[in-house]
């Protein structure tokens, strides 16, 4: 079955990079998602990666897959505060119509 | 740009009551979903819809139900609701075909029930 985990928080001085990890379990996942949860809105789509991928680069957003250890990152270059928020992982298995979410990952920036 | 609009962003409803909670998007969407979000649990699927008329159990469908008579609403049903039922309730809606599958998200409905 389909399993996705995350650490539940990480904090961060503002400057720094944060790294937010995700290990999912269905090796027929096609597209593998990350989602940021500002407070108080739904989730709004940050990138996405493919699964025959293993990097891919959108401005100050890095997303590295390990298909082998089935494990996904995404880095956040030069955190600021407003990135402060709920980052969800989520995959999306062959056949599947839904996501499988994370629990999330709490980034706090401080100043 | 796609717009998912959910009825309430806040909802409070007494134990045993029958709750609605209505969902549409303005893209054409063939496919929308209802998740509850709970701290530490991320988000579960409760139903989802890939037609009108047509839907599936998710991972935790017991106690709701959903309605899809147009394309473009989706509602979720708590025929009685309960104290556990206590939730942020999230709607999203993603198209029928192979691309990618964004799913597109409501702002979602906090729901208390006493």
């Known amino acids: 079955g389909e399993d996705v985990e995350q650490s539940l928080f990480l904090s961060v001085r503002e400057g720094d990079s944060s790294v937010i990890n995700c290990t999912y379990t269905d090796s027929s996942s096609t597209y593998l998602y990350w989602y940021k949860q500002e407070p108080g809105a739904g989730l709004q789509l940050l990138t996405y990666i493919f699964s025959n991928m293993d990097m891919k680069q959108d401005q100050r957003l890095t997303v590295l897959l390990n298909k082998k250890d089935k494990h996904l990152s995404l880095r956040i270059a030069d955190t600021q505060t407003g990135d402060s928020a709920i980052y969800f992982c989520?995959?999306?298995?062959?056949?599947?119509?839904?996501?499988?979410f994370g629990s999330g990952t709490r980034l706090q920036v401080q100043p | 740009d796609v717009k998912v609009t959910q009825s309430s962003r806040y909802l409070v409803k007494r134990t045993g009551e029958k709750v609605f909670l209505e969902c549409v998007q303005d893209?054409?969407?063939?496919?929308m979903f209802w998740y509850r979000q709970d701290p530490g649990l991320g988000l579960r699927l409760i139903y989802f819809?890939?037609?009108?008329?047509?839907?599936e159990k998710g991972d935790i469908p017991e106690g709701y139900s959903v309605s899809r008579e147009k394309k473009e609403r989706f509602s979720l049903i708590l025929e009685s609701a309960s104290t556990n039922q206590t939730s942020m309730y999230l709607c999203?809606?993603?198209?029928?075909?192979?691309?990618?599958?964004?799913?597109?998200f409501g702002p979602g409905t906090r729901l208390t029930v006493l």
């Open positions: 999203a809606s993603t198209t029928g075909g192979t691309s990618r599958r964004e799913q597109f």
């Open positions: 819809s890939y037609d009108v008329k047509m839907k």
């Open positions: 989520a995959e999306m298995a062959t056949g599947r119509r839904a996501l499988t």
């Open positions: 893209m054409d969407h063939e496919n």
